[in-house]
């Protein structure tokens, strides 16, 4: 089922999942064991994310270098189809402009068709590593709102019917110079095509108000489904404002440094015990954010997981 169709037919606010694609040597059963945590909350699909290949280069004997695509994870199609064939759920899988040409995708298009996914989430995805501003390979998409069009495209041409989901930035995307020059990047994409809207994770949802209004007041009509990600360990008070540009209240962060100050976080049992602890502060943090957003109003929520699952059945036990 189309995600703009369960959008529009549900009758109340429900949760969705992201997950990433396991590690090359995982077995689907492991994959499985951790879906299945969350099959009793009626998810209505699963997002899976989708990631460019590493490049390395390799020196020989002979003092020459060949280049080798590295890719570490299992590919999202076969992670869609695993769990299509043991779930009755439907499937998002991430497309993204990073590392691949028009016509691959066009390929990855016509699996999906033929597999019966009806949804896709489009990305412009991240840069290389190293490159300092992101760039299309040969043939490829710059931006997610040329490939939002070839999608819609590929749908007049071929008779598939693709919902469209695109990302968003509460806080701004770091390349932006500003929030309004974010939101109109943002328009671009809905007015190619993209029927929903699900946002970066945030942990302030004032930051996730301001930027609903200000999409309707820039003309965006499409439903806007906020993310959430539940805070878990010490070092994401620092990871995740540096890997995702985003910010952490201080509310939140005085009461991880206060929960932790008479731990010697030198110590393995200390920092355990200590994230223990951040990791019950931001599952009620988490609870609290998704509880406000569904008075408020919102159609949905989105989890990342990013592996975890006990915090986000905690939520999902609290807020469904």
């Not at 290949?53 to 869609?80: F, L, M, N």
């Not at 998002?92 to 028009?102: E, F, L, N, Q, R």
Request: net charge negative.
């Amino acid at each position: 089922m189309r995600v703009i169709d369960i959008l529009r037919n549900s009758e109340s606010p429900y949760p969705s999942l992201e997950i990433v694609p396991p590690l090359n040597g995982i077995r689907k059963d492991q994959l499985f064991d951790i879906v299945e945590q969350f099959m009793p909350f009626d998810l209505k699909y699963i997002n899976v994310t989708h990631h460019r290949d590493e490049v390395e280069y390799r020196e020989h004997p002979d003092g020459t270098y060949t280049r080798h695509t590295v890719r570490s994870r299992i590919s999202p199609v076969a992670v869609c189809a695993a769990l299509m064939a043991k779930f009755p759920i439907n499937m998002v899988p991430h497309i993204i402009c990073a590392g691949h040409t028009s016509d691959e995708i066009d390929g990855l298009l016509y699996d999906l068709h033929f597999m019966g996914i009806d949804n896709v989430m489009i990305l412009r995805g991240d840069s290389m590593i190293g490159e300092k501003r992101f760039s299309p390979v040969r043939g490829g998409y710059r931006y997610a709102s040329e490939l939002v069009t070839a999608v819609k495209q590929f749908n007049q041409n071929n008779g598939s019917d693709f919902s469209i989901g695109v990302g968003a930035y509460p806080e701004k995307h770091f390349e932006a110079a500003n929030i309004e020059t974010d939101i109109a990047n943002l328009k671009k994409k809905v007015d190619a095509g993209a029927d929903y809207i699900i946002t970066q994770m945030f942990f302030d949802n004032e930051a996730f108000y301001r930027f609903e209004k200000r999409c309707r007041d820039a003309g965006i009509t499409v439903p806007i489904i906020p993310g959430l990600k539940p805070l878990s360990t010490l070092r994401h008070i620092a990871l995740l404002p540096e890997s995702f540009s985003i910010d952490i209240p201080l509310e939140l962060t005085t009461a991880v440094q206060d929960a932790v100050k008479d731990y010697d976080l030198s110590f393995p049992r200390d920092m355990a015990r200590a994230n223990e602890i951040i990791y019950e502060i931001g599952t009620e943090w988490c609870v609290a954010q998704c509880k406000d957003l569904l008075a408020h109003g919102v159609p949905a929520v989105h989890f990342y997981t990013m592996g975890k699952v006990r915090n986000i059945v905690k939520v999902l036990q609290s807020c469904f």
